[in-house]
């Protein structure tokens, strides 16, 4: 399959290459560009906001929105082009071979990305299919990992580049496109606003870095009767208690298990000054926590959230261990506090926050994929097999969802009312900023639908930033987020005070 791609001159830019090697590793035997005039030409407006940002920020010279030699890109006539992606602003037919365009909140090119980082945050992205005037694939970008608006609009190409591969694949949405609003023009007096407020964020965050620690996680825990958050949808009911931590290490991603009428929870324990996440332990009773938390399990990678399970008499644990490439799973050889790496389900893959389900006699792996580019929190990927140990098999549709709002795993699975539901992060304001529930509609190994119903964040019942975690087991039910913590201990102590 010969596809190509439709690019102004002027807009020819380091994430096609991505785009490039992402297609061959599809249906397509050749990937080729057809360079046309610029039409319209870069606006004033975002040149100057790329050009500031880079003395601002500092110049990245392998960022997807760095300017590329158009002669890097491979190039030809329309001669036997299977599929057209257009990423102009134009609007150019292409006879009968099937054409498609990009669409950032209904309207076409860089200009318009650029519009709507500007005004509305990250943007809704469509892939049009120009015969049919339906969606052929859609979703939007997580920016938690973008420095600035070329970041951003960076973050964002990198997720069409991953919507225009499901295309190629033969993966079709068959949506209603939204319907396209007027095109913000965006004023150099915008652009000053936006790049002042940016520098004002750095220079606070800077501050910030030298008096508090930057994303300090706290578990909260509680023991209740009946279905707890998962039923009310909220977090009332019996008040939350913080498992204390020490002062220069914050605990997240609590996972608890129950055996012999016994608690334990498990979590990720990451240390400040070295980043590195491992997986630690504690017994806990209605009167608390037994003891001090205790590290289980440690390797020469971070590790972080800890799916704790038990299954055929034994213990089993698989946490991310997504800089390392791979998904493992752990065995108990003594519970709870020593731990074996038993098999390695994937490898070759970054993949956070593996789930499993054992569902309608398949198992099933949810987890959010990276492919070395983009947010961390975006792009849902399914895998099923027969047995535990696998062979473990990509879902046909995989990224299955890409979505910042409704991606990423936040605790096990639960059933409710025959239902099956997933805990799952929302994204949009930042990583685990909030958490949402999401009803699995459809599960097969060619299919999947969710639909993404109530969504918490954090209040007076659970003060603090964030809220991304949801798990319970019998009556013990847990969560996390995060909260301000300032470095002086005795600050923190004065803050713990008057929190109470």
Known sequence: MKVEIIVEKDRCRRWLLHLTELLKTSQSDEVVYQLIKPSPPVSRELKTALQLEERILGADPFSGMSRLDPSELPQTSRKDTDLFFDLTAGGSEYGSSKSFEVRYNGACGEEALFSALMSEGTPLIEVIDRQAGTVAACGTASLEAARGLGGAMDAVYSRVAVLIKKVVEGSHAHGTPIKAEALQVVTQKQVLIRLLRETAVTLVRSVYRAFFYTSHWRVGWRFVDGEGVAGTRDLSGEP???????????????????????????????????????????????????????????????????????????????????????????????????????TVLLTGVEAADATIIEYEGRFWMFAVTRNGVGGYSDCLSVYYADDLLGPWHAHEQNPVLVDDRAARPA??????????????????????????????????????????????????????????????????????????????????????????
């Not at 900023?433 to 007076?460: C, I, K, M, N, Y």
């Open 411 to 500: 605790g096990r699975f639960f059933l409710q009312g025959g239902e099956l539901w997933r805990p799952v992060q929302d994204c949009r304001y930042g990583y685990g900023a909030a958490l949402a529930f999401a009803r699995v509609d459809e599960l097969s190994p060619t299919t999947f639908q969710q639909s993404v119903h109530e969504t918490l964040t954090p209040g007076p019942l659970w003060p603090g930033r964030k809220l991304h975690t949801l798990n319970k087991v019998g009556d013990l039910e847990v969560i996390d987020g995060c909260t301000y913590h300032p470095k002086s201990e005795l600050a923190a102590k004065m803050k713990a005070f008057f929190d109470r």
């Open 240 to 342: 939350w208690h913080v498992l204390k931590s020490p002062h220069d290490t914050f605990f997240a991603d609590p996972f608890p298990i129950e055996t012999d009428g016994r608690y334990y929870l498990f979590f990720e324990a990451l240390p400040h000054d070295t980043q590195k996440g491992v997986i630690s332990m504690v017994q806990m009773t209605q009167d608390g926590p037994v003891g001090e938390a205790s590290t289980v399990l440690e390797e020469p990678w971070h590790l972080s959230y800890p799916f704790v399970f038990k299954r055929d008499g034994e213990f089993w644990m698989i946490p991310e261990s997504s800089t390392n490439n791979e998904v493992v799973l752990y065995r108990a050889a003594r519970f709870p506090d020593q731990w074996e790496r038993h």
